[in-house]
C-alpha cells in the first residue's frame, strides 16, 4: 500500500512539474500479453519452457520535446518466469513446504517452473516520428524497470510426479531490475487519444532466485511484450 501512495504522489508531482515548465503530460493504460523464459549461468541448468503473462498498469509520458519523452508507470505482471530443467540433482526449493510424496533433493531431470508476479515500476526515454496521416512511429530505449515481487508460485515435475501451485516465494528475490527496448507506431483517433501497438524485448539483470550454500546459479528472466494500450 506505501508502495502505491508513493508512486501515486510521485505521478502527482510529474503532474505538476509538466504543467509549470509547460510540458506535454499524457497519460493511457496498457494491457499486454507477454512470453518470458529463464535461463541461467549453469550449464547443468537450461531453459525448458515458456510462461504466457499478462501485463497491466497505468503510464505516463511527460513530452520535454514534441517528439521526445520521459515515461513512467506503474503496473503489475502476472506469471512471469520460465521452465528450468535441472540435469542433476537439485536441493532447490529447500526453503519451501513441498507436497508428501514428492522427493527431494529433487532427482536428475527434473523440471521446476517459476510463476511470478511483480509490481513493475518503469521508467526510459521515447523518440517517436512527426505524424504520417495518423501514424506515428516511435522507439523507446532505455527502459529500466523496477520489479517487486508480490507473489511467487512454483511446480514440480518429473517421472510420473507433478505438483503445481507451490509456494516459493522464499526462494525468489524481491526486487528484480531489468532493462528494455522496445518500438511501434501510434495511430490516432483524434487530436488527444491514441491507439499503441508494439513490441518490447525486456531482461532481469539480476538474480531472481536466491541461492543456497551449495548452489551459486544466476537466474534471470527474458520476455517478449506485445504492447497494446491506449494514450489520452
Known amino acids: 500500500m506505501k508502495k ?65 519523452a520521459f515515461i513512467i508507470g506503474l503496473g503489475f505482471a502476472f506469471n512471469s518466469g520460465g521452465q528450468l530443467l535441472h540435469g542433476q540433482f537439485t536441493d532447490a526449493w529447500q526453503r519451501s513446504e513441498i507436497p508428501n510424496g514428492v522427493i527431494t533433493p529433487f532427482p536428475a531431470g527434473t523440471d521446476l517452473r517459476y510463476k511470478i508476479q511483480y509490481v513493475e515500476i518503469p521508467f526510459g526515454l521515447k523518440f517517436r516520428t512527426n505524424e504520417i496521416g495518423y501514424l506515428r512511429y516511435y522507439a523507446e530505449l532505455p527502459v529500466i524497470t523496477l520489479g517487486f515481487k508480490s507473489q511467487a508460485r512454483g511446480q514440480v515435475e518429473y517421472s510420473s510426479i507433478k505438483e503445481d501451485k507451490i509456494d516459493i516465494k522464499k526462494e525468489v528475490t524481491p526486487l528484480a531490475l531489468s532493462w528494455g527496448i522496445g518500438g511501434g507506431i501510434e495511430y490516432s483517433v483524434n487530436e488527444s487519444t491514441s491507439l499503441v501497438c508494439g513490441v518490447n524485448y525486456q531482461r532481469v539483470f539480476t538474480d531472481v532466485t536466491k541461492n543456497y550454500d551449495n548452489v551459486d546459479s544466476k537466474a534471470v528472466i527474458n520476455a517478449i511484450v506485445l504492447h497494446l494500450g491506449v494514450m489520452f
Open 4 to 68: 502505491i501512495v508513493a508512486i501515486a504522489a510521485f505521478f502527482a508531482l510529474v503532474s505538476g512539474a509538466a504543467t509549470a515548465q509547460e510540458t506535454d503530460l499524457r497519460l493511457g493504460f496498457q494491457v499486454s500479453p507477454t512470453f518470458s523464459w529463464m535461463t541461467t549461468d549453469d550449464t547443468e541448468i537450461g531453459n525448458n519452457g515458456t510462461n504466457l503473462g499478462l501485463k497491466l498498469g497505468a503510464r505516463g509520458e511527460v513530452f520535454f520535446r514534441e517528439n521526445y
